[in-house]
């Protein structure tokens, strides 16, 4: 019997940005996510098509358990090729990023193709992809979270009298990111007037002029994060994540490293976010999709935004439930979703480590030569050590990998990092983000 053809794609590593120069960390999330999804739906007996950036070389492909894959090099219309795919799959998955609607785009291609489409549909794109349309979504469903504003745009300069204006009536410190932002993309946080004010002096070095941002409220407590496979009729939480996220100030840049799962009184929020989520509709989100929200010190919940999308946790949660999370996927699909409570059996530290290589070789001799030694010693590595060549971004000898641990406790997990670490160094990496 022929296999269904299916098509998994991820925007950063799949040649979304084939013409761009952007550092390697981007492209080591997107390529951890891809050979994750890749290895999960090759258990259930697809033929898998994929699309892969030039810069990640061709000995790192053997790692994608794909049928076909075609590079997208630097000349190639990325577009063109995507397309292609697409009428050659029966089923289609979209891993891309909300802003510039890129995420929306891709799946109108496959929908205008009449392709099953098992990612997030265009209903819920749309929603989510506006952190203001999630904040009114929120609000109309009682569900509590910050004070959000939209902030006017006057020219291509943010309205600075508004921002002041707004951080006088909140009385506590704020964060402005953008309207369409993804992760810890461009999160700034502000605790004074004074702060505001210096942030302007440099606004067209801090900010893209050409974009909408909100203004919110900053509420203290754990960023945690919640993933769910929704269908038409049902949704299932697969796990409450822990976020490792620096958020931006005049001084550093905002950033996501990764996370753990579960957190330590999963159990109790994921009762309580239960409670909350069957009071309202999330039809509009079917297939794998986050929450992102924050614990309060009195354990009430502060919900932030929705991500329409495969989210970086599911590197982490893969290895954590009791089901492969692709057959949830297909489930929800065939409307076939199981709202039985899933099983966590393990634990899983998720993280992006940028590493400096000590040696004087090249990518490719350390990609020949190194990977399969680390490959063989972690096999936590979801992404190898990269780096681009002819990247500016990418600095002498620096590095990028993502590792997911599989342990059965937070302390074991943490032992097994530190080993990791230790295997790391043996091989002349030394870390930079520890």
Known sequence: MKKSTIFLFEFVS????????IPASLFCEGYGMLRSIIADFNLIDFEIKTLLDYRIQKPLIKYLKADFIEQ?????????????????????YVIAPEFSNILFDLTKIVKDND?????????????????????????????????????????????????????????????????????????FYFESKQQIIDFFYDQDDNIEIRRNFILQEFVEG?????????????????????????????NSESEYFGGHTPVENCKQIRNTLNILFDKINLSKFSGYYGIDFIEKADKSIGFIEINPRLTTSYIGIRNVIDKNPAELIWDAKL??????????????????????????????????????????????????????????HDINNQYSCFIATKTKDSKSSKKRMAEIINILKRNNFTLLNQ
């Open 222 to 250: 754990r960023d945690l994060s919640v993933s769910l496979i929704g269908s038409s009729n049902n949704h299932l939480i697969l796990s409450v994540n822990a976020q490792n996220i620096q958020i931006k100030n005049l």
């Open 14 to 21: 799949g040649g979304g940005f084939n013409q761009v120069d």
């Open 72 to 92: 997208v090099e630097y000349h190639d219309n990325y577009l063109k090729k995507f397309k292609k795919f697409v009428k050659e799959s029966e089923y289609c």
């Open 335 to 392: 409307n076939s979703l199981s709202s039985s409570e899933l099983n966590l059996k393990n634990f899983s530290q998720f993280s992006r480590i940028e590493l400096n290589y000590l040696n004087n070789e090249t990518e490719l001799d350390v990609i020949d030569h190194k990977t399969p030694i680390l490959m063989k010693e972690i096999p936590e590595l979801v992404t190898p050590p990269i780096k681009f060549q002819n990247s500016n």
């Open 115 to 187: 392709k099953k489409l098992l990612s997030v549909d265009l209903e819920g794109i749309k929603l989510g992809s506006s952190k203001f349309k999630t904040y009114k979504f929120l609000k109309s469903n009682n569900l509590n979270t910050p004070r959000t504003h939209l902030i006017p745009n006057n020219n291509g300069k943010l309205d600075k009298d508004f921002i002041i204006q707004k951080f006088k009536e909140l009385k506590r410190p704020i964060v402005i990111k953008p309207e369409d932002g993804v992760g810890a993309e461009d999160i």
